[in-house]
Nanobody
Framework: QVQLVESGGGLAQPGGSLRLSCAASGFTLDHYTIGWFRQAPGKEREGVSCFSHSDGSVWYADSIKGRFTFSRDNVKNTVYLRMNSLKPEETAVYYC???????????????WGKGTLVTVSS
């Protein structure tokens, strides 16, 4: 049974850092497209960072380039998102999602976690 469980969300100050984790079960994550998405209050869900299995590339949204880092631990079957220099407007529910051959578009991802809330505030 495919399952994705996010963790690591919480409260961070502006300029602070958090590391999100996504633990995968029921599949081997390095054989899948897998990435991070977020949905802020009143806004549409958007991609943050994603590894595309189809072309082997890691994609980052322009708004977070240089601040966020996608990584994985294949032994733990877990992917991570290190978020540095957080901004208040990045308060959102952050989701982990996967697809066998997806290209990282949010509407193309088949499996989704329930999300973890990140709040950036003083």
């Amino acid at each position: 049974q495919v399952q994705l469980v996010e963790s690591g969300g919480g409260l961070a100050q502006p300029g602070g850092s958090l590391r999100l984790s996504c633990a995968a079960s029921g599949f081997t994550l390095d054989h899948y497209t897998i990435g991070w998405f977020r949905q802020a209050p009143g806004k549409e869900r958007e991609g943050v960072s994603c590894f595309s299995h189809s072309d082997g590339s890691v994609w980052y949204a322009d708004s977070i380039k240089g601040r966020f880092t996608f990584s994985r631990d294949n032994v733990k079957n877990t992917v991570y998102l290190r978020m540095n220099s957080l901004k208040p407007e990045e308060t959102a529910v952050y989701y982990c999602a996967a697809d066998r051959w997806g290209s990282c578009a949010p509407n193309g991802m088949e499996y989704w976690g329930k999300g973890t809330l990140v709040t950036v505030s003083s």
